[in-house]
């Protein structure tokens, strides 16, 4: 029986399930950090903490219903590379909105902050839609660089 037990503790590690994962997303959305293009592989929308708005996120790991990402020094926030952006819950155009990147490891964290181009497409019962462009420059890092289209789960 402890065999068993171990195995089934060591099951989700094995085939990257668990909090890593994060809820899957579709689109072709990509990222350019500096020199790395980290793939934006979960997502999700959620109630922005703050006001009627939605917080739409993606990023390169962990992110489902239960993350929120626009925080401010936020020590639970995930590893990995991100963008997110607060907008109306309705289908629109909103240019030279505030979008978000931030970069988070265990060490260490980043946020760079700017105006961007967003696109919500469509908000149904289980699925928000849209495109997002975006740039900024650091004097470190490069090119910072968001763009493409997203199909996230509607967690609200």
Same mark, same amino acid.
């Given at each position: ?16 399930? *668990? !909090?890593?994962?994060? =809820? ?10 500096? &020199? ?12 922005? @903490? @703050?006001?009627? !708005? ?9 992110? !489902? ?26 289908? *629109?155009?909103? &240019? ?27 908000? &149904? ?17 490069? =090119? ?6 997203? &199909? ?5």
């Amino acid at each position: 029986m402890r065999k068993t037990c171990l195995l089934l503790l060591l099951l989700p590690i094995a085939i990257g399930c *668990g !909090d890593d994962a994060g =809820e899957p997303i579709e689109g072709t959305i990509m990222m350019q950090y500096g &020199d790395k293009m980290p793939a934006m592989v979960a997502g999700s929308a959620v109630q922005h @903490e @703050e006001n009627d !708005d939605m917080l739409v996120q993606v990023g390169s790991r962990a992110v !489902d219903c239960g993350t929120y990402l626009d925080r401010f020094l936020d020590f639970d926030a995930p590893n990995g590379h991100f963008v997110h952006f607060a907008v109306p819950k309705v289908p *629109g155009t909103y &240019d030279s909105h505030s979008v978000s990147v931030d970069r988070n490891s265990s060490r260490e964290s980043y946020s760079y902050s700017s105006t961007g181009d967003v696109v919500i497409d469509s908000v &149904d019962e289980m699925r928000v839609t849209g495109s997002v462009s975006f740039m900024v420059t650091d004097d470190e890092e490069g =090119e910072i660089a968001v763009s493409g289209t997203f &199909d996230v789960l509607r967690c609200f």
